[in-house]
């Protein structure tokens, strides 16, 4: 199974989204995925329409022991779903005070019938989100293409190095998701180019556009196939999954992914372009 969090201390930048629609495009090639709400705000708990049930079955009630991962997990669609509830914030606390950052970890133990485990994470990198990437293998990173896209990536990247080391956790990053790119916007253009200097081959091919469609789809409770199978939205999400799929065996053998789709991408000719440059 792939365990991936969803991590960017950076809000608003596209990874409930991400978690949400990835996971959809995963379960559409024949995966069977869990997504897990692990921020108190329950975005992903909302975007799918599952509030209603959250103060009876949520992350909250496994964190604490009250309930079995068989009674929280919700069956919604083709996704099985955790929801988060609000007392989440307060578990946040007790949790920080005591220093318990392998809780999820330990709570999940005996997880197996899926092929990914997708975790949404709140927009900091405490107690909860270490729990997150204690519990997983991999990190996928969305940036959202805009001004200041890398701000916090270095912190990002040192509470990893921290992890690995004192933890003896395999986690990395393992993949960039650059959300709600225009290609007809230079600075959209200009913050590609500065992720695939610093992060080189880990940014998907894929991009996520800017769609309007994927922000209606949380609205009515849906994910992007949900409302619009057809729409660019849920093309690009397709796109991006297939290349995370493909990427299986590679990550399966613990190698380096190279087998990201699509021949001469946007990202290449950037590359070509900055090797030319130096
Ligand atoms: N590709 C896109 N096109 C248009 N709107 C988008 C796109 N991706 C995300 N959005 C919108 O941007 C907003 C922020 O997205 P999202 O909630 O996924 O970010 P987040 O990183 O999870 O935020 P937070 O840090 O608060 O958890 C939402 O209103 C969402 O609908
Ligand atoms: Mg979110």
């Given at each position: 199974?792939?365990?991936?969090?969803?991590?960017?201390?950076?809000?608003?930048?596209?990874?409930?989204?991400?978690?949400?629609?990835?996971?959809?495009?995963?379960?559409?090639?024949?995966?069977r995925?869990?997504?897990?709400?692990?921020?108190?705000?329950?975005?992903?708990?909302?975007?799918?329409?599952?509030?209603?049930?959250?103060?009876?079955?949520?992350?909250?009630?496994?964190?604490?022991?009250?309930?079995?991962?068989?009674?929280?997990?919700?069956?919604?669609?083709?996704?099985?779903?955790?929801?988060?509830?609000?007392?989440?914030?307060?578990?946040?606390?007790?949790?920080?005070?005591?220093?318990?950052?392998?809780?999820?970890?330990?709570?999940?133990?005996?997880?197996?019938g899926?092929?990914?485990?997708?975790?949404?994470?709140?927009?900091?990198?405490?107690?909860?989100?270490?729990?997150?990437?204690?519990t997983?293998?991999?990190?996928?990173?969305?940036?959202?293409?805009?001004?200041?896209?890398l701000?916090?990536?270095?912190?990002?990247?040192?509470?990893?190095?921290?992890?690995?080391?004192?933890?003896?956790?395999?986690?990395?990053?393992?993949?960039?998701?650059?959300?709600?790119?225009?290609?007809?916007k230079?600075?959209?253009?200009?913050?590609?180019?500065?992720?695939?200097?610093?992060?080189?081959?880990?940014?998907?091919?894929?991009?996520?556009?800017?769609?309007?469609?994927?922000?209606?789809?949380?609205?009515?409770?849906q994910?992007?196939?949900?409302?619009?199978?057809?729409?660019?939205?849920?093309?690009?999400?397709?796109?991006?999954?297939?290349e995370?799929?493909?990427?299986?065996?590679?990550?399966?053998?613990?190698?380096?992914?190279?087998?990201?789709?699509r021949?001469?991408?946007?990202?290449?000719?950037?590359?070509?372009?900055?090797?030319?440059?130096?």
């Amino acid at each position: 199974m792939r365990k991936i969090c969803f991590v960017n201390p950076k809000g608003g930048v596209g990874k409930t989204t991400s978690v949400v629609n990835t996971g959809a495009a995963l379960s559409r090639l024949g995966r069977r995925v869990l997504l897990i709400d692990l921020d108190p705000q329950q975005h992903l708990t909302y975007s799918l329409g599952l509030e209603g049930l959250e103060l009876k079955k949520s992350i909250y009630h496994l964190l604490k022991g009250e309930l079995s991962f068989e009674e929280v997990v919700l069956h919604r669609g083709e996704l099985d779903v955790i929801a988060s509830s609000a007392n989440l914030e307060e578990l946040e606390m007790k949790l920080a005070y005591i220093k318990k950052d392998d809780l999820l970890k330990n709570s999940l133990k005996y997880l197996s019938g899926y092929d990914y485990l997708l975790i949404d994470c709140p927009p900091n990198l405490n107690i909860l989100t270490i729990n997150a990437m204690l519990t997983a293998n991999e990190i996928f990173v969305p940036i959202q293409t805009e001004f200041l896209a890398l701000q916090g990536m270095g912190r990002l990247l040192k509470v990893v190095r921290e992890l690995k080391k004192n933890r003896n956790t395999l986690l990395k990053v393992s993949g960039i998701i650059a959300t709600r790119y225009d290609e007809r916007k230079r600075l959209n253009n200009d913050v590609i180019k500065t992720i695939v200097e610093y992060f080189d081959d880990k940014l998907f091919k894929t991009f996520i556009h800017e769609h309007i469609d994927i922000a209606v789809a949380p609205s009515n409770k849906q994910t992007i196939f949900e409302l619009k199978s057809r729409s660019r939205g849920a093309k690009d999400y397709l796109s991006l999954a297939e290349e995370i799929v493909l990427s299986e065996n590679a990550e399966n053998m613990g190698q380096k992914e190279e087998n990201r789709s699509r021949p001469e991408s946007f990202v290449e000719l950037i590359k070509k372009d900055l090797k030319r440059k130096n």
